[in-house]
């Protein structure tokens, strides 16, 4: 069966220091995948995807996340959090085709001052 | 600028009332869809939409009904018969062939949040 798993349902961090937000996949298909960032009573905005191009994708406000076959991960991360990165991420897996969407339970990021 | 509108923001219903979410796009796509979101669970879909009037039933349709008249607008129904409806609500869209055909990403709307009284 096909699936999205965050590995993390919260992720705390200082104003400054390195994120990391894991996700991994199973699927017996080449998936597209993206990371969308969901701001309290807002909708999903999307920060990066990969489509099978280059495996390191760049996104916008300084994150970026590798896609990783052998190890089938999509791990999203930024070199310095700010305040305003504050908010919950969503791994998000579509199988070859399209035919199916699949969303992770999403992590919490809190950015400590 | 082109984009998905959702209204409204919030919404209280009593029980036992039907109550319509709007959703419309500007963004000429062809595929629409209506998650619904808990907290700690992620979005479940609840219908989708690949062409004007056809919709397909998603995972938590039970309690919800659609249409899809217009192009540019995919309304969710929720009846009477959804037990548990206080939820947040989320319309997305997307170019192309939708569920079964199209690997683009999906444009999401700002939400409706229901509270049921």
């Known amino acids: 069966a096909q699936s999205v798993t965050q590995l993390d349902s919260h992720v705390s961090v200082s104003e400054g220091t390195p994120v990391l937000l894991r996700c991994n996949y199973s699927s017996s298909y080449s998936p597209s995948l993206f990371w969308y960032v969901q701001h309290p009573n807002k909708g999903l905005q999307l920060l990066l995807k990969y489509t099978s191009a280059a495996t390191l994708v760049k996104g916008i406000n300084g994150f970026e996340a590798e896609f990783k076959k052998s190890e089938t991960s999509f791990h999203l991360t930024k070199p310095s959090a700010h305040m305003s990165d504050a908010a919950e991420y969503f791994c998000?897996?579509?199988?070859?085709?399209?035919?199916?969407?699949?969303f992770g339970a999403g992590t919490r990021l809190f950015v400590k001052a | 600028d082109g984009g998905i509108t959702q209204s409204p923001k919030y919404l209280f219903r009593k029980e036992g009332q039907n109550v319509t979410l709007s959703c419309e796009q500007n963004?000429?796509?062809?595929?629409m869809y209506w998650y619904r979101q808990d907290p700690g669970q992620g979005l479940r879909l609840i219908y989708y939409?690949?062409?004007?009037?056809?919709?397909q039933k998603g995972d938590i349709a039970e309690g919800y009904s659609v249409s899809r008249e217009k192009k540019e607008s995919f309304p969710l129904t929720v009846t009477s018969a959804q037990k548990n409806p206080t939820a947040f609500y989320l319309c997305a869209s997307r170019r192309g062939g939708g569920e079964g055909a199209n690997t683009g990403e999906l444009f999401f709307g700002e939400g409706s949040r229901l509270t049921v009284l």
């Open positions: 963004l000429n796509h062809d595929a």
């Open positions: 939409s690949q062409i004007v009037n056809d919709f």
């Open positions: 998000v897996v579509i199988l070859t085709g399209g035919f199916k969407t699949i």
